[in-house]
């Protein structure tokens, strides 16, 4: 079924003009126009807070206590059994659905459903660009203990580690990350991973509250491996003090630059000889660790973790 005749089968007798992207106060009649920037996630919209505050404002001056939002627009505008699910007025399904919550949304495991699919769900393939050999996506950020954090809509942060970490360790045996609800904090240890008997704790870029765990990461630590951009991403984060913390990032070209310094730093620890071979720009080591152990797990871990190795 395609947006053009949604509304048009029989159970839906309202004909219902579906553009995307169209904030659910301007479904609600209450502004003329506004897209949504969010993701449909109100309850972290900054523009659904203001509007709530302005509408409480208007009605305060109108000495009323009676609350009008876009729920009570929509509440007016469609009257009894057939009033939409507000997401498919938005246009973010595309199946015919009713509201049977009265557009009380915090009600509906429907909509709890598709918050949480849009929490997790990864669409997009990132970008490459290439530093020393190893894959920098754009759009990221890069915490200097080679674990990475991407904002996602709603506010929240998606973390987790970068080409550089998994070449350099190989794959790991076992993946210990966060619990749901579990408060993490920059700079400090957040999630830890182990190989061979050989454990390493990875500080985490961001402050905040985890939200949401890639399970098939966390049961299948390989992904991390194969993929850590995108499948084998870590965990979700609602973050504290965003702005302060994306400071103590590197972002853009500064990734590159660190990066390359970081690969050159890797070689030098086999000497000078690779050290010059870092900078001709070939293809970096794969599973660094199980070709040199020698150099030891410690030293790679306190070198470019810079977190307590276990």
């Given at each position: 079924?395609?947006?053009?005749?949604?509304?048009?089968?029989?159970?839906?007798?309202k004909?219902?003009?579906v553009?995307?992207n169209?904030?659910?106060?301007?479904?609600?009649?209450?502004?003329?126009?506004r897209?949504?920037?969010n993701?449909?996630d109100?309850?972290h919209?900054?523009?659904?807070?203001?509007?709530?505050?302005?509408m409480?404002?208007?009605?305060?001056?109108?000495?009323?206590?009676?609350?009008?939002?876009?729920?009570?627009?929509?509440?007016?505008?469609?009257t009894?059994s057939?009033?939409?699910?507000r997401?498919?007025?938005?246009?973010?399904?595309?199946a015919?659905k009713?509201?049977?919550y009265?557009?009380?949304c915090?009600?509906?495991?429907?909509?709890?459903?598709?918050?949480d699919?849009?929490?997790?769900?990864?669409?997009?393939?990132?970008?490459?660009?290439?530093?020393?050999g190893y894959?920098?996506a754009?759009?990221?950020?890069?915490?200097?203990?080679?674990s990475?954090?991407?904002?996602?809509?709603g506010?929240y942060?998606r973390?987790?580690?970068?080409?550089?970490?998994v070449?350099?360790?190989?794959?790991?045996?076992?993946?210990?990350?966060?619990p749901l609800?579990?408060k993490?904090?920059?700079?400090?240890v957040?999630?830890?991973?182990?190989r061979d008997?050989?454990?390493?704790?990875?500080?985490s870029?961001?402050?905040?509250?985890?939200?949401?765990v890639n399970?098939?990461t966390r049961?299948?630590?390989?992904?991390?491996?194969?993929?850590?951009y995108?499948?084998?991403?870590?965990?979700?984060?609602?973050p504290?003090?965003?702005?302060?913390?994306?400071r103590?990032?590197?972002?853009?070209?500064?990734?590159?630059?660190?990066?390359?310094?970081?690969?050159?730093?890797?070689?030098?620890?086999?000497g000078?000889e690779?050290?010059?071979?870092?900078?001709?720009?070939?293809?970096?080591?794969?599973?660094f660790?199980?070709?040199?152990?020698g150099i030891g797990?410690?030293?790679l871990?306190?070198?470019?973790?810079?977190?307590?190795?276990?």
């Open positions: 079924m395609t947006k053009s005749n949604i509304g048009t089968q029989k159970n839906h007798p004909v219902f003009k553009v995307d169209e904030c659910i106060w301007m479904k609600a009649g209450i502004v003329n126009f897209l949504c920037d993701a449909y109100c309850n919209c900054a523009f659904d807070k203001a509007m709530q505050r302005a409480k404002s208007k009605h305060r001056i109108k000495e009323t206590s009676r609350r009008t939002d876009w729920s009570e627009a929509l509440r007016k505008r469609y009894g057939s009033r939409p699910c997401h498919l007025l938005t246009g973010r399904i595309d015919p009713i509201c049977t009265n557009y009380e915090y009600h509906c495991a429907y909509d709890q459903m598709l918050d699919q849009d929490l997790t769900l990864i669409t997009d393939a990132p970008h490459y660009k290439l530093a020393a894959k920098v754009d759009g990221y950020y890069y915490h200097t203990g080679h990475w954090a991407r904002l996602e809509h506010g942060v973390v987790g580690f970068d080409d550089f970490l070449r350099l360790f190989g794959r790991f045996q076992k993946l210990v990350l966060p609800g579990a993490l904090k920059q700079d400090q957040g999630w830890v991973f182990s008997g050989h454990k390493a704790g990875v500080l870029p961001v402050t905040g509250k985890v939200l949401a399970h098939n049961e299948h630590p390989e992904i991390a491996h194969e993929d850590p995108k499948e084998g991403w870590l965990f979700i984060v609602e504290s003090a965003l702005k302060k913390v994306l103590q990032l590197y972002f853009g070209k500064e990734c590159i630059q660190w990066m390359e310094m970081e690969g050159q730093k890797l070689m030098g620890l086999l000078s690779y050290e010059k071979l870092a900078a001709t720009g070939g293809e970096p080591i794969d599973d660790y199980g070709h040199f152990p797990w410690e030293s871990a306190k070198t470019f973790l810079r977190a307590e190795v276990h």
